[in-house]
């Protein structure tokens, strides 16, 4: 399984529009519109590497408002989450 966080820009405004849209797609497993540098961060999952980046080339940078993305690939097994 591959995993990244994405670092979006939105155009101003767009924000609510490209949240609405990630948060229905199957690779998507976290999205939050956050304040500062970037407009939202969304944590994906793919079977593959492969998969991975086509989604982010030809999904998440495809979508209508998105200005530019930042991908950071995350090292498999080396997370922690806490709740």
């Known amino acids: 399984m591959a995993s990244a966080i994405v670092l979006i820009n939105t155009d101003a405004g767009g924000e609510d529009e490209v949240f609405e849209r990630l948060k229905s797609m199957n690779e998507v497993t976290e999205v939050h519109v956050v304040y500062g540098v970037y407009d939202i961060v ?25 200005r530019s993305t930042l991908t950071m690939i995350i090292v498999e097994g080396k997370s922690l989450v806490k709740k």
Do not use: H, Y
């Not at 492969?50 to 998105?66: A, E, G, H, M, S």
């Open 42 to 66: 969304v944590k994906i999952e793919a079977d593959s590497m492969d998969k991975l980046k086509d989604f982010v080339t030809n999904t998440i940078r495809k979508l209508p408002k998105v």
